[in-house]
């Protein structure tokens, strides 16, 4: 699976948009990028994911470059709960689920 | 649905006991994966089962640790002898076999040995 790189930490002001990017720069053809959270003593949560084309539910949007080595989680409108640890991570198509993940950015959300 | 269920939240041991996690998955998952936290190395896969058959466990750290699946319903990870190392919180995880990545964590046990 890709190896992924995310910034250890963000801010973001209450309301506002949080933008959470991710580096996938080894990611292959067939592999989707996933994104989850983890609230504090919470067991992740998965949020999104996509192969290619920007993709959007209840919780985030997910926008992939074009190139598809980056991605950024955006969070349209962040609350105090959103505040968590987002982990980005790869697999790849018919896979069933062993996700490797790194250290994740830590997002606060700010009053 | 209730979710991942473990048992219990929090186990406090001492170095040298047996310690037993259980593990309930989503009625219907047919992949079921254990991870362990630490500040230090973060999120690790220890194990996964596809139809209750061990894929892959590699990520087990030591012939101390091992983990069964008798039913499509409940696994449990044991750690036998318990070391000081070994606290951490240990996290199980279900998912539908095809659905690739998309996994539900239960709320994890906290374990400390002392």
């Known amino acids: 699976d890709a190896k992924t790189t995310q910034p250890p930490s963000m801010d973001c002001a209450e309301g506002r948009a949080a933008n959470l990017p991710c580096n996938h720069s080894?990611?292959?053809?067939?592999?989707?990028v996933y994104w989850y959270r983890q609230i504090h003593s919470q067991g992740p949560q998965y949020i999104i994911h996509?192969?290619?084309n920007n993709e959007t539910n209840e919780m985030a949007s997910l926008i992939i470059t074009e190139d598809r080595k980056s991605s950024t989680l955006i969070l349209p409108h962040a609350t105090l709960r959103d505040t968590a640890v987002y982990y980005c991570?790869?697999?790849?198509?018919?896979?069933?689920?062993?996700?490797?993940f790194g250290k994740g950015t830590k997002l606060s959300v700010k009053p | 649905d209730a979710g991942v269920i473990q048992s219990p939240r929090h186990e406090v041991t001492e170095m040298g006991q047996e310690v037993t996690l259980r593990c309930k998955p989503i009625?219907?998952?047919?992949?079921l994966f254990w991870y362990r936290q630490t500040m230090m190395r973060g999120l690790e896969l220890l194990i996964y089962?596809?139809?209750?058959?061990?894929?892959?466990d590699s990520g087990m750290p030591e012939d101390r640790f091992s983990a069964k699946m008798p039913n499509a319903s409940f696994s449990t990870l044991k750690i036998q002898p318990s070391e000081p190392r070994d606290s951490a919180v240990y996290f199980c995880?279900?998912?539908?076999?095809?659905?690739?990545?998309?996994?539900?964590f239960g709320s994890g046990t906290q374990l400390s040995v002392l």
């Open positions: 995880a279900s998912s539908l076999g095809d659905s690739g990545g998309k996994l539900f």
């Open positions: 080894t990611i292959s053809g067939n592999e989707y």
């Open positions: 996509g192969l290619k």
């Open positions: 991570t790869a697999t790849r198509r018919g896979s069933q689920g062993n996700l490797i």
């Open positions: 009625s219907g998952h047919n992949s």
């Open positions: 089962f596809n139809n209750n058959v061990p894929i892959d």
